[in-house]
Nanobody, 116 residues
Framework: QVQLVESGGGLVQAGGSLRLSCAAS????????FNWYRQAPGMQRELVAG???????NYADSVKGRFTISRDNAKNTVYLQMNSLKAEDTAVYYC??????????WGQGTQVTVSS
């Protein structure tokens, strides 16, 4: 059973920074692609950033240059460093991955609130 546990959310002023962590219990962590999604109230969940097992990274246009995704395979943890935060970054942030059979797994989410 795969478990994803996010942490690091909170309340921050516009222009501030937060680092989210996603601790994953998965057998072959290093091979998995991990993604960060977010969902603001009344909005659809959107992809923020992703990192493959080989280290290929992609970002949503709205966060390029401000957010950085990384992974520590020794700690089975994925990070999302968020800088220059804006009010529109306010959302619940979710960690996501898929098993080798394609089943999707989600964390419980962590709230990020940016005050303007």
């Amino acid at each position: 059973q795969v478990q994803l546990v996010e942490s690091g959310g909170g309340l921050v002023q516009a222009g501030g920074s937060l680092r989210l962590s996603c601790a994953a219990s998965i057998r072959i962590f290093a091979m998995n692609t991990f993604n960060w999604y977010r969902q603001a109230p009344g909005m659809q969940r959107e992809l923020v950033a992703g990192i493959t097992g080989g280290g290929t990274i992609n970002y949503a246009d709205s966060v390029k240059g401000r957010f950085t995704i990384s992974r520590d395979n020794a700690k089975n943890t994925v990070y999302l460093q968020m800088n220059s935060l804006k009010a529109e970054d306010t959302a619940v942030y979710y960690c996501h991955t898929r098993s080798a059979l394609g089943r999707a797994y989600w964390g419980q989410g962590t709230q990020v609130t940016v005050s303007s």
